[in-house]
């Protein structure tokens, strides 16, 4: 559903056409040092957070699985909160058939 190649610093991506009937998968990966805190609304309401260590010169990673349901038919929003300008960071949003 949505990619997020690369960004450094903080950010997010917002996007429409969550089904509720299936799982949600949310991964991020980040490199850099420090941490990045990950939030993610569903129609106004969170949905998940979490935080990922971003090691210098290696790939941190992070994920999250939510049952069909949680996340609600329609938009939703991730933001990325890093600890550094320099916390270089990619996300995946998918729902598994």
Request: proline content about 4%.
């Amino acid at each position: 559903m949505v990619w997020v190649e690369e960004h450094t610093g903080d950010g997010g991506v917002a996007s429409g056409g969550a089904w509720d009937k299936l799982p949600t998968i949310l991964t991020v990966a980040c490199e850099g040092g420090g941490d990045v805190q990950v939030t993610m609304q569903s129609q106004g309401t969170e949905v998940a957070a979490f935080s990922v260590g971003c090691p210098a010169g290696t790939a941190g990673t992070g994920s999250v699985a939510m049952e069909a349901g949680i996340v609600r038919p329609g938009s939703f929003t991730i933001t990325v909160d890093a600890s550094s300008q320099n916390v270089r960071w990619s996300l995946t949003v998918t729902q598994p058939e």
